[in-house]
């Protein structure tokens, strides 16, 4: 097969911006209400049953929400190879039934240090309230102050060193800011030291370090770190049901953070915001409605209307454009020699990506184009996905591009069938998912009749860009934990990449709130939308469909690093190879990850 690679000299989403505008002004108005600080409302993640597919789900790590009985307790890092040893145990697990309540945070700080480790699979049952001593060997301290040093960085650079002494200094390696990452793990590692010791009374044993000093570190670093310890405490009575006492620490994160302060003030203000939501579930004092009515905007609105907010993140921050234009890239290699090509996109949001295919395919002099057709899989806002086409229609006829463009819109994803494509004998297919399969592990029978669907289509080629974290484990502390370290990574991006007063960037972080923090920490059950596996756990599903990983070519992977030598913050912009998959990341931490697939 040929290999196409084009160039981005002359092919930005800037150019298109004007073309793709929406009219809608609903951001606008969101803007000027942040902007006269009236904006208070709660905040959504992303930019985040049948009997066969139960048992799939147990075996390739979709954990279903499990019984007030039930809860399971896995590594968060775990090798390929560990993983399919995980994955061929877990029916061994089916007949096991565990106590309800969470562990305790520190245990879930230490289980996500082992990512070294093969996973045994459950842990003990855990009883609430009962000990309040939790002894830790120092190899587990260890691991986790070296979170995160697992991941292949680019720099191979050690972000922090523990001295030798026994009294634990931390030492930073360089004169530098600590990123927010660093900071939670700093603090989980005093948090764990802390709580090996008898005290009852948390502000206490803060302002008693216990010997564990900092070397080098600025006032404003150990402030956060301190910060981040009475958040790790909340969270831990909140796991424990206590409720009484974890409103006494959000009390004081929320008095010591602010959603315009630093990084870290800003992740633990909203992660505080996220408990005391769960604390108010769990009461009663609120429901689920009236949690639905404290949402600021629609979170599916805002991702289909091309809105300034949207533009500014695809220019400023750089995951988004790395994988969209990997992906791209994947497809046009696909269809290199095809003139009819048919692209299927499960969720086709605003549509921008598109006008880089469309300007390469316009400038394709050896095998002219005589159609490129978009169908849009959707099931809510048909007037915004009709505006997208459009928007796409315009452009494409700027360039004298043969195009269509075809709204496929079902009430329920159950209701998708092969022949609402229309697809042509003549037409080569593609189909494309920018994070939608991830909405659709909550619900695993919309999910395979999707897979059962395209594999009947057969296309040449499916790209799929996902979250790389794991936010979808049964146990609140282990997710809290997850998203934690996760969203700290992202929220470190948009400091290095936003002016503390972007407005774009406060709305970002609204919506990384509203759909990521608060449906993970906040949310059970059907509630909790907002669910992502990781690139270890989509291979074992898509394997029961038939389908084959492609590697990545060399012009895909010149792609995602000549994009990220566009962006100022580039530098801690991190790039690796999963298999024959792409893994972008912030500073080590993944973000996202780009795999494309064939059908058998």
């Not at 405490?233 to 006492?245: I, L, M, N, S, T």
């Amino acid at each position: 097969m040929a290999k196409v690679v084009f160039s981005l000299e002359g092919i930005s989403y800037g150019e298109v911006q004007d073309k793709l505008s929406s009219t809608d002004n609903r951001y606008e108005t969101l803007e000027g209400e942040i902007a006269a600080k009236q904006f208070n409302s709660y905040g959504a993640e992303d930019w985040g049953e049948s009997g066969a597919i139960d048992q799939l789900y147990s075996h390739n790590g979709f954990y279903q929400d499990v019984s007030s009985e039930q809860g399971f307790i896995f590594s968060k890092y775990q090798q390929p190879q560990q993983q399919e040893h995980l994955y061929s145990n877990y029916e061994l697990l089916d007949n096991l039934r565990f106590d309800i309540a969470s562990p305790p945070i520190q245990a879930c700080l230490e289980e996500i240090a082992k990512f070294g480790e093969i996973p045994t699979g459950t842990q003990g049952v855990v009883e609430p309230e009962k000990e309040k001593q939790f002894p830790f060997s120092s190899s587990s301290l260890e691991l986790l102050r070296n979170y995160g040093s697992g991941f292949k960085r680019l720099n191979r650079e050690r972000r922090i060193e523990p001295s030798n002494d026994k009294n634990t200094t931390f030492t930073k390696v360089e004169s530098r800011k600590l990123s927010v990452e660093e900071i939670m793990r700093i603090a989980g590692e005093r948090f764990i030291r802390s709580c090996s010791r008898a005290v009852e009374d948390v502000v206490s044993l803060l302002s008693n370090p216990f010997d564990l000093s900092f070397s080098g570190l600025s006032d404003e670093e150990i402030r956060n770190v301190e910060l981040a310890e009475f958040l790790l405490a909340a969270a831990e009575k909140v796991g424990d049901q206590q409720y009484e006492r974890a409103t006494r620490l959000l009390n004081q994160c929320e008095w010591l953070s602010s959603k315009n302060g630093n990084p870290v003030q800003r992740v633990v203000y909203y992660f505080s915001e996220a408990l005391r939501e769960r604390i108010d579930r769990d009461t009663g004092r609120i429901t689920t409605k009236q949690t639905r009515m404290t949402r600021p905007f629609d979170f599916e609105v805002a991702i289909m209307s091309s809105n300034p907010t949207t533009l500014a993140c695809h220019e400023q921050i750089p995951f988004s454009k790395i994988v969209q234009f990997t992906g791209i890239q994947a497809i046009l290699e696909n269809v290199a020699e095809a003139k009819r090509i048919h692209i299927i996109d499960l969720g086709i949001r605003n549509g921008v990506h598109w006008t880089v295919l469309m300007q390469a395919l316009a400038s394709r002099y050896d095998c002219p184009i005589e159609l490129l057709k978009i169908s849009a899989v959707g099931t809510t806002e048909k007037q915004l996905i009709e505006e997208t086409g459009n928007r796409l229609m315009s452009f494409a006829q700027s360039m004298n591009l043969p195009f269509s463009y075809n709204v496929v819109m079902v009430s329920d994803m159950l209701e998708l069938k092969e022949d609402l494509f229309e697809i042509d004998n003549e037409e080569t297919v593609a189909v494309y998912a920018l994070l939608f399969l991830r909405s659709m592990i909550a619900f695993p029978n919309r999910l395979e009749n999707i897979m059962r669907v395209i594999r009947k289509i057969n296309p040449s080629v499916m790209v799929v860009t996902e979250i790389e974290a794991n936010h979808n484990s049964p146990v609140f502390v282990n997710r809290f934990i997850e998203a934690l370290f996760f969203f700290s990574a992202f929220f470190d991006c948009l400091d290095a990449c936003m002016e503390p007063d972007n407005p774009h960037r406060t709305i970002t972080e609204l919506i990384l709130y509203t759909d990521g923090i608060r449906s993970m920490v906040a949310a059970e059950g059907e509630e909790r939308e907002t669910r992502n596996v990781k690139l270890d756990v989509w291979r074992a599903f898509f394997a029961r469909y038939g389908m084959e990983e492609m590697e990545l070519s060399m012009s895909s992977l010149y792609q995602a690093r000549l994009m990220v030598k566009q962006f100022d913050c580039g530098s801690s912009c991190t790039i690796d190879i999963n298999g024959k998959s792409l893994i972008v990341g912030w500073k080590g931490t993944p973000i996202k990850s780009v795999s494309v697939w064939k059908f058998l």
